[in-house]
């Protein structure tokens, strides 16, 4: 693995940047796209959209985003593909937020200078019910349907 950087897409792009690659999911305002000098826009290694907008660049939130961003990064497969990149001399990965040091490029810096690990697939919940609950179930089914008959045949 080559040197791998942070930087703001904000300040002016130089030579020693090696490969920019913008890892925001969000276009940064009032930038454009000759400015960026982007070669690579990877939106798909940024937070979900739910966990930016949780987190809101608030400081005291920045422990708990960065426990579910490595979540979202464990189980993401575009950083597989990514990681790919990452055999360049150098890789700076751009961001728009204001603050250097809470915001999600650190984490996904972080996370990409360790030794990739195997995906953890999600645990999925059993598509079958419980048998003892599955029984209750059409136990209760059977009454409701030999009640309305009753309430029929005595009209």
Sequence with gaps: MGVLAIKRVYDPPSAEDGYRVLVDRLWPRGMTKEAAHLDLWA???APSPALRKEFNHQPERFAEFSHHY???LACNPAVAGFRAELTRPKVTLLYGAHDPVNNHA???EAFL???PRA????RKKPLKAKPAKLAAKKKKQAR???????RKRSR
Excluded: F, I, N, Y
């Design 43 to 45: 939106k798909d290694l």
């Design 119 to 122: 995906a953890k697939a999600p």
């Design 144 to 150: 409701r349907q030999t009640a309305s008959a009753a």
């Design 113 to 115: 200078k360790e030794k």
């Design 106 to 108: 650190v984490v996904l």
């Design 70 to 72: 490595l979540s979202e």
